[in-house]
């Protein structure tokens, strides 16, 4: 599916600040970035970086002096990612047989304490076997069970308070996800991406579990499907993978964000009990 | 200088369950490993592996029917730590240079939720200038106003915990250093190891903070001489670097751990804020 | 029903402090305080008063010298606890017509933050009609959902920690019951009592809600039978009714609680979902 | 000193929900109503009460309907707070001899959890003698250790959030206050009322301490005089003495305070370390 996505960040510094920007298109096997552009009006000089051992795209900007700016991001991006049509044959994979670079993911992170949530999480998801079912059935414990309210959280909120005050936003709905499968034993990152269709438009933040060796996606707040996003990055948590890192003294000024299909047909997948299939970026 | 180190850790299985230890020194430039055993009675398979992108090394071990069982750890380490005489050397680096693998350790972890201390950080050390002095008063301000008491604090206590309630173990202690650090944007990361005259004996662990393109030791309960450690393993807090992380249903029934000299001079490192001399390993 | 009923409390003082204890069998028309005898040894003076607009019996003692000391009650108490048939002819009070005094028992309070636990009470027990179901159903779900482990919290641990954790002992159950019941509007309150067969011996701790004007006790541990109590207090939370609050330095050397009938014939009563008879004292 | 108060509450009701307002001035030996109205547009029926052994008035309003309405209350209150020129005479009051319904006033309470800051607490002010300065050290700390940030802070806000991210608003600087005391055994309770000069206008909120058999007022956020209040109520914390607790479905839309002085000379008494002079209403 070939997508046109675009994001424009308002800033104002009101003090020398260092920015850590996470905006563009991952390039990887299965999504190719087309073209792209990144402006800054007015210019500043930025550095692009990798993180380590993660295709994630980084760029690193430092502002001096107070000024407001914007920057811009536009691409053109082509994504193929794998549907998983049979979910049975996705095995369980041994804890013991895990790549060393799979592992961090079982541990807990800042907003995803899942060494809190075990008893929680065994006593609701123990006992299904299947791990594509179990995950499965931990996202639809939270379609169901914490209500989606725009702006009822803020960037300290983590998988605790969701549990208990169940309400929340997309990346709430990620990191309760996260948490519960890790609490589980089941490896499981966040995931961030630009995402077709979403309302109201904004960058948009779901879950990976690693299940059959492969990072398998799973979107507990159900707004988009599931083959309509550009991956930017994954990451532990929000922590890892936020849109803008800010060091120093900055205000937000303004956020806008799209994601359009670049092509005539698309085949949404949604989420459907019935006929599973899944989707790996 | 040369340390014997030595531990041994008991458990008791009740269910099918993995264990990932920790255990091991590490093998660096600073630190060489002259010899080491590792025993599992009653014998165990084991894999090793390293973590991706450190230098930790690992021992997985998947224990499939209830037992007990001990793993003992024993090695001969030389360690050749750098000490830095002079701290007014160590330039502060700007956010901006930092090289990829150093930006994971700004951010918020699960036991160090430097996101929401950021005011205190300021408010206390935000005007020494230094990045070294102010990391060293942020380890001697811990010192002062958190009481070390044994057993007070459990696997699950965080910085925040320990800002609010004032007590903990080297754990508690080192996470809230990391977490006023990060709060500051100065990059700090956990660090565990064997320490020479730590009492009651333990796995201890403390805090480095990335000064001048080294990452500097600081041990901010000043229980043992800076370079009198044997390092097992750095991370970003506790839930990277633990010396077990167990996946299953377990007991811990006993542990036991000493490290001593094994040569006959060594002259300690202490703290002496007159003429402060640091290391890094 | 006679009870007799024994505690024994002994403390080490390390610096000079002033105890307030909350032992005395609570003197009500439904309880009868036979006979009772309160020994300290050595001998320190005491005060005794009762809270404000409440029956709870304090006594108040200041020991100005280090010192060990044990405080022993023992009482002979007659209880005649109302038994509460046919839950169906419990109406459900409108809240505008509340008693003054029943209204702050709809608060949030220390250890019940039912402010934060409204949606998944409403989620869960929102669309039960009958006052009596709906606090029965919170009772029941508790006693499925949260594990008892004795020694798995502390004294700190609140509603909102059982709520994501999953474990506690009587007096985590009891608070969360009670959060849960304001949360959906229900006047509730933490009562303390010494409890027949209660295994380990320990005093023990309930709720009860406020269902047709009357303090109906729910028990979510199960752990003994509804009319085997002798009350001690009630109040919002543990933070009121607490056996023993001390202000310094005090160590707790020991506690011994006994509750024994004194009489040849009891008949428990039982939870027992299909023929609920409940009680109030 | 006289003073015409005033405050509109607007709101829309989603589902039938009870609303328990506390807006009107108390009626007190210092605090006399000259007059007042309070006006329900449209008329709802409301009932008044007062709550268990205090003399806080409520308001109690059932709405059946989904609606809008507005609440307004107006009065003219004559005040005559007690001024404590020397602190010195002062004295503390050993727990040991307080009246029983002030010992409710040194339990912790939902927002004031001074069960955890015992340690911070005793390390900052425990060697302060004299109550009164201590209390006075206290609320100064606050002054300059939290930052008063409109908006920072919201309902579910406790002391133990303040005490690490160090923002808030009136409310939380009362709860901290509250709580440092209360974990120094000194009773303290939180106060509301209308203060002359808040900018921006909206209800005020601080707290008392028993010192030497009074009530004395502390104001941590300094933004009104001491003696330019007048109360509302007093309790436990925010949870016993909201302006309004709403048990349903209800949207806040608007609020509007105002209090003003209604003679033509006022002195205010503001905070002065050299010269102390403090107030007890």
Redesign the interface.
């Known amino acids: 599916m070939k997508f046109k996505v675009n994001s424009a960040l308002q800033y104002s510094v009101i003090k020398p600040s260092?920015f850590?920007f996470n905006v563009h298109a991952l390039r990887t096997a299965n999504q190719t970035v087309l073209e792209e552009t990144l402006v800054i009006d007015p210019y500043i000089r930025i550095?692009e970086?990798?993180?380590?051992?993660s295709p994630n795209r980084?760029v690193?900007?430092?502002v001096a002096e107070p000024m407001n700016f914007i920057i811009s991001y536009k691409a053109t991006v082509d994504t193929h990612c794998n549907i998983i049509e049979n979910r049975e044959g996705a095995d369980t994979i041994?804890?013991?047989k895990l790549d060393?670079?799979v592992?961090?993911y079982?541990?807990?992170?800042?907003y995803?304490?899942s060494?809190?949530?075990q008893?929680?999480a065994y006593?609701k998801f123990g006992n299904i076997q299947n791990t594509f079912h179990k995950v499965h059935a931990i996202s639809d414990w939270i379609f169901k069970?914490v209500?989606y309210i725009s702006g009822s959280t803020n960037?300290?909120t983590s998988a605790?308070d969701t549990?208990?005050?169940?309400?929340g936003v997309c990346r709430d709905f990620a990191h309760l996800g996260i948490a519960l499968c890790r609490a589980l034993?089941i490896p499981a990152r966040y995931f961030t991406g630009y995402a077709f269709k979403l309302f109201p438009a904004d960058f948009h933040a779901c879950f990976e579990a690693y299940i059959g060796e492969r990072w398998i996606v799973f979107d507990a707040t159900q707004l988009v499907p599931l083959n309509g996003m550009v991956k930017i990055a994954s990451g532990r948590d929000a922590?890892?993978a936020a849109v803008a890192?800010i060091?120093g003294n900055v205000i937000s000024t303004s956020i806008a964000v799209s994601c359009d299909i670049a092509e005539q047909t698309f085949e949404p997948i949604w989420y459907d009990n019935s006929n599973a299939r899944f989707v790996a970026y």
């Open positions: 260092t850590i550095e970086f990798t993180a380590v051992n980084f690193r900007m430092e041994s804890l013991g060393g670079e592992i961090p079982l541990f807990p992170s800042r995803c304490q060494d809190k949530l008893r929680l006593s069970n209500e960037s300290h605790l549990i208990s005050e169940r309400s034993s922590a890892d890192s060091f």
